[in-house]
C-alpha cells in the first residue's frame, strides 16, 4: 500500500515531441503527489506538483494530469527538449502539515534525441 | 538564498566503519528529512526531524540515527557499515507545516569497500 509504481523505466523522445510518463498508487491516504527531475550527480529538483481535488495541473510545457478513481497520475512535457534529458520521479507525501514523508516511484529515464 | 548544503559530497569507508553525514537546511526551514537513493532507484525515506524532534522513521536498521541541532541543521549517523550501505544520501528540508514541497540537496554519495 506505500508504493508508487511508475512506468515506463526508460523513454526516448525526439525533439518536439511529447513525453508521458506514468504512476499508480493504492494508499489513498496519500494527499499530494510531486514530480522531481533529477540530472547526473544532482540532488532530486522539484518540478511541479498537484493535489488529489484537482484533475491537471501545467506549468509551461509540464502537465500533471490525476485520475483519483483509477488512483493514476502522469506527467506529460510538450515539446521535449533535449535540456529535458534527465530521470524523473514521481512521489506520493504520506502525511499533512509538518509530518510526513515522500514515497518515490522507480524513475523514468528520459532521452531527448536533437 | 542558498540552497540544501550537504557535507562532504564524497565519502569512501570501509566495512565495519562509522560514517557522520552533515546537512543545512535552507535559512527559514525547521524541517530535515534523510533519503537513501541506491543507484538506479528512487530514494528510499530514512528519518525526518522537525524542530529537533523525530517525527517519521523508514524501514531502516537501528544502525543507522540522526538528529537535528537548535540552528535546524542534521546529522545522519551510520554504524557498523555494510557494502549494501553504498547509495546518494540526500537531505532536503521544508517550511513549516509545508511538509509536501520538500527541496533537495545535492546529496553525499558514500563507497562502502
Known amino acids: 500500500q506505500q508504493q508508487v509504481k511508475q512506468s515506463p523505466q526508460s523513454l526516448i523522445v525526439q525533439k518536439g515531441g511529447i513525453s508521458i510518463i506514468n504512476c499508480a498508487y493504492e494508499?489513498?491516504?496519500?494527499?499530494?503527489f510531486p514530480w522531481y527531475q533529477q540530472f547526473p550527480g544532482k540532488g532530486p529538483a522539484l518540478l511541479i506538483a498537484?493535489?488529489?481535488?484537482?484533475s491537471e495541473k501545467k506549468e509551461g510545457r509540464f502537465t500533471i494530469s490525476f485520475n483519483k478513481s483509477a488512483k493514476q497520475f502522469s506527467l506529460h512535457i510538450m515539446d521535449s527538449q533535449p535540456g529535458d534529458s534527465a530521470t524523473y520521479f514521481c512521489?506520493?507525501?504520506?502525511?499533512?502539515?509538518?509530518?510526513?514523508?515522500?514515497?518515490f516511484g522507480q524513475g523514468t529515464t528520459l532521452q531527448v534525441k536533437p | 538564498d542558498a540552497g540544501v548544503t550537504q557535507s562532504p559530497t564524497h565519502l569512501i569507508k570501509t566495512r565495519g566503519q562509522h560514517v557522520t553525514l552533515r546537512c543545512s537546511p535552507i535559512?527559514?526551514?525547521?524541517?530535515v528529512s534523510w533519503y537513501q537513493q541506491v543507484l538506479g532507484q528512487g530514494p528510499q525515506f530514512i528519518f525526518q526531524?522537525?524542530?529537533?524532534?523525530?517525527?517519521g522513521r523508514g524501514n531502516f536498521p537501528d544502525r543507522f540515527s540522526a538528529r537535528q541541532f537548535p540552528n535546524y541543521s542534521s546529522e545522519l549517523n551510520v554504524n557498523a557499515l555494510l557494502l549494501g550501505d553504498s547509495a546518494l544520501y540526500l537531505c532536503?528540508?521544508?517550511?513549516?507545516?509545508?511538509?509536501?514541497?520538500?527541496?533537495f540537496g545535492p546529496g553525499t554519495r558514500l563507497t562502502v569497500t
Open positions: 532536503a528540508s521544508s517550511f513549516g507545516d509545508r511538509i509536501y514541497e520538500q527541496y
Open positions: 494508499n489513498t491516504a496519500f494527499d499530494y
Open positions: 498537484i493535489r488529489p481535488d484537482v
Open positions: 512521489a506520493a507525501l504520506h502525511g499533512s502539515g509538518n509530518t510526513g514523508k515522500l514515497i
Open positions: 535559512s527559514g526551514h525547521k524541517s
Open positions: 526531524y522537525y524542530e529537533k524532534e523525530e517525527r
